[in-house]
């Protein structure tokens, strides 16, 4: 018998290696069909087909080096198919964070803050040109400058020296005598009115706002407030 060597059986993938397994599996199952007994003959022990081994692609058993290969070449696909699973995991969750960033963004944006109502402007008082009207805006600048007094406490002594006259003059008392004599709402005399103006108001002395406030102010020094005068001052 010749000597000669067989070649090196070449490396296959484990794809290749388990279709030939089939291949040679698929031979065996038909050498058993052509040798089997006729039909209801029982098959004796002798007949029984042996254990098939895996082999490689040219038919001869693998070795422990092919199967080591076989190994590593598996663990290699399955780490890597681990691989892209853990980055596809990844990728989704980083995509998800970006999304929740990005509404938070967008309500954020919506959500404009609400500026401050402007305050509303004020609106001049408005007093009516009469005598009500100038006691209750006297009132009003009294109550501003700390000057006692009431509405009751000014009418009454209005009612008494002018009878409510913004331009009654007293031409026969003492200080007209004197040459100063009383005028104006609460008959007040010139030095006395250039005493106690009240700073805001006209600086005339028969003006109704300045005449009362002049008054009230020179009462309030004098008498503690208007409210206490109930005759000549």
Known sequence: MPNFTLPRPARLTRTHKVSAALVATAGCAAALVATAAPSGAETTAAHAPAAVKPVSANGLPMTAKDRADDGKQARAVASSVAAGLKGTAAEKQNHAAEQTANRSVERKA???????PKAPKATPK???????GWIRESLDIMKAKGIPGSYEGLHRNIMRESSGNPNAVNNWDINAINGVPSKGLLQVIQP???AYHVAGTPHKLTDPIANITAAANYAADRY??????DSAY
Do not use: C, H, M
């Open 110 to 116: 919506l959500v404009a803050p609400k500026a401050a």
């Open 126 to 132: 408005r007093y009516a040109n009469n005598l009500d």
């Open 192 to 194: 006395t009115f250039d």
């Open 224 to 229: 503690g407030s208007i409210d206490n005068v």
